[in-house]
């Protein structure tokens, strides 16, 4: 479960440094505070589908996007989120322990109550191995107060055997790909 927790904080740290990254780009929303069902699902890519829950406050999405942005300007060479008629739409382009990484995300709902984000990518390993396509689509919707026993941060596969705290940046930084 530790790698699947490090492929989702990587691919939403993707998502959320896109909006940190650019001059002029917009924003994200901040979701709405209490507990979110993630579904995440993955065509054309080794990674599982799953589900999870998170936690969260006005003050951890902020968080977590200013941890992210750092390491998204590092990696990305493209970076910009724009404001559509139907929610936002999302371009990057980064290199990833190695490999090129071009995505392009659409993100609708309101924030509140549920939100999608579908991502297209293509990863080019520069002739290490055949170039990938894949799609990943993030299903969240809102399910209330977080459980007595959760707070702001905290992130909880299923079965509630592993939950982690996004502000542990430590625990985060050893479960994402190529970290040592």
């Not at 995300?105 to 293509?122: K, L, M, Q, R």
Request: proline share 6%; net charge neutral; charged share 20%.
């Amino acid at each position: 479960m530790t790698r699947e927790l490090g492929a989702w904080v990587l691919s939403v740290g993707v998502l959320m440094g896109i909006s940190a990254g650019s001059a002029g780009a917009e924003d994200l929303p901040i979701r709405k505070a209490g507990l979110w069902e993630i579904k995440m699902a993955h065509t054309g890519s080794p990674l599982p589908s799953l589900t999870m829950q998170h936690c969260t406050d006005e003050t951890v999405d902020r968080e977590m996007n200013n941890m992210v942005s750092p390491m998204a300007k590092q990696i990305c060479s493209r970076q910009d989120i724009q404001k559509t008629a139907n929610g936002y739409v999302g371009d990057s382009v980064c290199n990833v322990a190695g490999i090129s990484v071009s995505s392009h995300s659409e993100i609708s709902g309101d924030f509140n109550s549920a939100y999608t984000v579908t991502t297209t990518s293509h990863s080019d390993p520069g002739g290490k191995s055949a170039p990938r396509d894949a799609v990943t689509t993030i299903e969240a919707k809102w399910l209330g107060a977080c459980k007595p026993d959760q707070k702001p941060g905290d992130i909880v596969m299923p079965g509630g055997g592993f939950k982690l705290n996004v502000r542990d940046a430590e625990k985060l930084k050893n479960l994402l790909p190529g970290a040592k």
